[in-house]
């Protein structure tokens, strides 16, 4: 049973029109975090949520935004997509206090975004 | 700033032999070390969370270690499948819930 969701899997979107990929969970963690993943390259972390505090990476760039309405739900906004920004855009949760010793994060499949 | 590297980028074996992965990290200053398995085009599957007091853990044929003075983690598994083909990626988490990624490496089960 997932218990991280992401949709869509696959998304194409042309160049410069704005995309929102959709994460969700069942596990009722206070934590989610989008990362980004390119070919053959190590996932980056763009920003994360704990609870409904936002953490935003330094390098991650203004175009990309986020949103968590509510513990379940998380959102990637990126407004103006450009060819460098295909990639797989991973979604995970984790539970934790401030002190992050135990902390096992759950990964969605993904959503593999194109941009034409 | 935490840099994680892991070696070898690409590894194939025959099947039925043991090997080990490599992870090594900069900084010593973890909360823990997480390995994951990664199919292609697939999100990234947990395979062992090993916490900073801890110096291995077990599950079915894998075995991972952690070294924190020396910085370096190893994920042992035995007895090769095809079916273990896929990308193995470590990360580390250090302050602030902060996950840092090694670029992985493909595995390559032949029968």
């Known amino acids: 049973d997932a218990m991280v969701i992401q949709n869509p899997r696959y998304q194409v979107t042309q160049f410069g029109k704005p995309v ?74 984790s539970t934790t206090g401030r002190v992050w010793t135990n902390t096992e994060a759950f990964f969605g499949q993904g959503t593999r975004l194109t941009v034409v | 700033k935490q840099e994680v590297t892991q070696i070898p980028a690409a590894l194939s074996v025959p099947e039925g032999e043991n090997l080990v992965l490599n992870c090594s990290f900069t900084d010593s200053a973890i909360y823990n070390l997480q390995w994951f398995r990664q199919d292609p085009g697939k999100g990234l599957t947990s395979l062992l969370l090993i916490q900073s007091s801890q110096r291995e853990q077990t599950s079915g044929r894998l075995n991972a270690s952690l070294d924190k003075s020396s910085g370096r983690s190893t994920l042992y598994i035995a007895a090769s499948q095809p079916g273990d083909s896929a990308t193995y990626l470590c990360a580390v988490t250090t302050n602030a819930g902060k996950s840092t990624f090694g670029d992985g490496t493909t595995l390559t089960v032949k029968p």
């Open chain 1, 20 to 93: 929102t990929l959709s994460c969700s969970q069942t596990l009722n963690h206070n934590v989610m975090y989008w990362y980004q993943q390119k070919s053959s390259q190590a996932p980056k972390l763009l920003f994360h949520y704990y609870d409904k505090d936002f953490n935003n990476e330094a390098d991650t760039p203004d175009n990309f935004q986020s949103r968590r309405p509510n513990t379940s739900f998380c959102f990637l906004d990126i407004r103006s997509p450009g060819l460098g920004d295909a990639a797989m855009y991973l979604c995970a949760t």
